[in-house]
């Protein structure tokens, strides 16, 4: 069965609208919610991953639902311009649909598409970018890329989890928040989490819940290298020399390097290095991941931005290098760059690469990748992306390439910018498909470009998160 997008109009989609025009996301009269079940039909699926369904002309919109299938549902929420409601009983289930791996995925909001089958994921995923780009963008790629994919599971190497202690349950809950609420689930376990991480959830509660400062501990930073798993404990309240030995005891027992951090990123400190006896004593506090296409290793601290999924992230960098067609003449320009995940790589196949980020803390760390693989034909400056960049001096000259990876406000003041440096070829990649599609549209509608190829990579299966790559030429 296939998968029909539903096209949110400004009357039925506060969220696009609110992220497109800087709108509040409904400004309602909340009505009150009868009791009585009812029967629908489900059309179609939000990107949020809830079914849409009609109701006395209006948008319902189902949790747990799939399009295709009729549903016995009872309203939660019921506002001026849609409701909701939560699905109670499958009463004509969708051949797509399948039994959830999770035992916490009804409560959980870490996935909301684990009931529908692996690759219909994709195809709804694919479905949204190309409607994205079609009706904000205005523009079709001449060719659909087939998705990326990867693991299903144990995939997630980098995560935020909310710790809580619940007076009324008398325990510590580590987690994602619940659905649609600010309240902690009360997990166990996580299956998309590397498994490191998430098969120890429960032991990680229970050494929380004996700490002095279970109340003083409000959330953990997961952090996975290729060796060591960094977690980084924030911490409202010094612990105790009990609560650290208790903590140094649990690192050492899993192999995780430990870190607390009582303030920004200035104030995190290393308490357990567990890394492989090879890594000298200095420098256990640094975690790792390679890029073996490249023969690269990329050093990072636990509060440094990397691509969540390390399988696809290999295939996504091996794919923007091929898709900016780079030889030994090209000169590329990196917007966003990080620590130099991008950068680096693409140095290795090009005559030179200029990364730029706005952080200054990560551009140091990415000169510091370059210099710890050799790497002489890669700069990097630090610089707000959001403002007029012509007077930087990286920005003297042309560029032949450009590669952007900009955050999900995406990057519409630097299409001018990017069109004015003369590059033949542009890849982005979008975590999300709205404002991809409305900086696409401008490179195309008003600079002469043409969008090439585009599509959609499983960085976060069985969730809404669509994480998809364009590429665009100018002859």
Request: with cysteine; net charge negative; charged share 25%.
């Amino acid at each position: 069965m296939g998968f029909r997008l539903f096209l949110l109009e400004a009357t039925d989609a506060p969220i696009l609208v609110a992220l497109l025009n800087n709108l509040p996301e409904d400004p309602v009269t909340k009505i009150k919610t009868p009791a009585e079940p009812f029967t629908l039909q489900i059309d179609n699926l939000t990107h949020e991953g809830q079914g849409v369904a009609r109701r006395d002309g209006k948008a319902v919109f189902v949790e747990g639902a799939l399009p295709g299938e009729e549903v016995r549902c009872a309203y939660t929420t019921r506002r001026s311009r849609r409701d909701e409601a939560r699905t109670l009983e499958v009463l004509q289930a969708s051949p797509e649909r399948v039994e959830p791996r999770c035992a916490h995925f009804s409560v959980c909001g870490g996935c909301t598409l684990q009931h529908l089958l692996p690759s219909a994921q994709l195809a709804v995923k694919q479905r949204w970018l190309l409607d994205s780009l079609t009706h904000i963008g205005k523009v079709q790629p001449a060719q659909v890329l087939e998705p990326m994919t990867g693991p299903l599971w144990g995939y997630r190497r980098r995560a935020r989890l909310g710790v809580k202690y619940v007076t009324k349950k008398g325990r510590v809950l580590v987690g994602f928040r619940e659905r649609h609420s600010p309240y902690i689930a009360d997990l166990r376990r996580c299956e998309v989490l590397d498994e490191r991480v998430g098969g120890v959830l429960e032991e990680l509660a229970l050494l929380i819940d004996g700490l002095s400062i279970r109340d003083r501990l409000p959330q953990i930073e997961v952090a996975g290298g290729d060796d060591v798993i960094g977690l980084n404990f924030r911490v409202l309240t010094p612990p105790s020399e009990a609560d650290l030995a208790e903590l140094q005891a649990f690192g050492a027992r899993h192999g995780f390097a430990l870190y607390l951090q009582s303030g920004g990123p200035d104030s995190v400190q290393l308490l357990t290095p567990s890394p492989p006896t090879s890594v000298p004593a200095g420098e256990r506090g640094i975690l790792r991941y390679s890029l073996p296409d490249f023969g690269l290793e990329l050093e990072f601290q636990p509060w440094h931005f990397i691509q969540v999924n390390a399988a696809i992230n290999r295939q996504l960098i091996s794919r923007a290098g091929e898709f900016l067609e780079l030889g030994p003449d090209s000169r590329v320009l990196d917007l966003f760059c990080g620590l130099g995940n991008f950068t680096l790589a693409l140095a290795r196949q090009a005559r030179e690469v200029v990364g730029v980020e706005g952080d200054a803390s990560l551009i140091e760390w990415a000169k510091r990748n370059a210099a710890l693989n050799g790497i002489a034909n890669a700069q990097f400056h630090a610089a707000d992306l959001a403002k007029d960049l012509n007077g930087q001096s990286w920005m003297q000259g042309r560029y032949d390439r450009v590669l952007l990876d900009p955050p999900r406000s995406g990057a519409l003041d630097m299409m001018p910018q990017i069109a004015a440096l003369g590059a033949q070829r542009v890849v982005y990649v979008s975590c999300h498909p709205a404002t991809l599609a409305r900086d696409v549209g401008e490179l195309v509608h008003q600079f002469g470009y043409r969008l090439d190829r585009a599509g959609v990579m499983d960085m976060f299966p069985h969730t809404a998160h669509v994480e998809s790559l364009a590429v665009l030429v100018r002859d």
